[in-house]
Nanobody
Framework: QVQLVESGGGLVQPGGSLRLSCAAS????????MDWYRQAPGKQRELVAD???????NYADSVKGRFTISRDNAKRTVYLQTNSLKPEDTAVYYC?????????WGQGTQVTVSS
């Protein structure tokens, strides 16, 4: 059974930082590409960043230079370091992967950027 469990969200002031974590089980983690998505109230879910099994990364234009995705295969965990946070980064952040042609999502972690 595939499970993705996010943690690390919270309330932070503009300009602050958070590190989000996603622990995976039920997959051969090292072989899976992993993604972070986010969904703000009233908006569609959007891809924030992804990392391939080999460590190649891609970012949405809105977060380039501020967010960093990384993975620790030994810990079966993918991270999203978020820096220089803006109010428009407020959203629920979801971890995602595809396993045997099925999409799997975590439960999400809330990030709120507000003074």
């Amino acid at each position: 059974q595939v499970q993705l469990v996010e943690s690390g969200g919270g309330l932070v002031q503009p300009g602050g930082s958070l590190r989000l974590s996603c622990a995976a089980s039920g997959i051969i983690f090292s072989r899976n590409a992993m993604d972070w998505y986010r969904q703000a109230p009233g908006k569609q879910r959007e891809l924030v960043a992804d990392i391939s099994s080999g460590g190649s990364t891609n970012y949405a234009d809105s977060v380039k230079g501020r967010f960093t995705i990384s993975r620790d295969n030994a810990k079966r965990t993918v991270y999203l370091q978020t820096n220089s946070l803006k109010p428009e980064d407020t959203a629920v952040y979801y971890c995602h992967t595809v396993h045997l042609w099925r999409d799997y999502w975590g439960q999400g972690t809330q990030v709120t950027v507000s003074s």
